[in-house]
């Protein structure tokens, strides 16, 4: 019988692979804009966290999440450091939980 506007609308039209990419591009960019300025900082700052949290050594002096500040009295194998927070009172801390290492010692060097 008669055919709708929309129906007629549809039959008629056929897109081209150009006009498809060109209504993707907008979401592309925001895909790559979020990458450079969110995503990729992240993915930086999770290096570096992981880089300080490897190199601790006895004797650095850090701060942790709950904002404690002690020495590195021993670093043990299983992701944890003993940190001296007062005169003979140390605790475990979690190797990650620690925010800022406030100063590093210097690594014995070999007497020759």
Do not use: W
Request: glycine letters at 8%.
């Amino acid at each position: 019988m008669f055919a709708t506007p929309a129906f007629a609308q549809a039959a008629g039209a056929s897109a081209s692979p150009v006009a498809a990419l060109g209504q993707f591009l907008p979401l592309i960019l925001i895909f790559v804009i979020v990458y450079f300025l969110m995503i990729r900082p992240q993915q930086k700052k999770a290096k570096d966290h992981r880089a300080m949290v490897e190199t601790l050594r006895r004797g650095d002096k850090v701060v942790t999440q709950g904002g404690i500040v002690g020495k590195v009295s021993k670093v043990l194998e299983d992701g944890e450091v003993k940190v001296e927070i007062a005169q003979g009172v140390e605790v475990n801390v979690i190797k990650t939980t620690i925010v800022q290492v406030l100063s590093k010692t210097e690594p014995a060097t070999s007497a020759k």
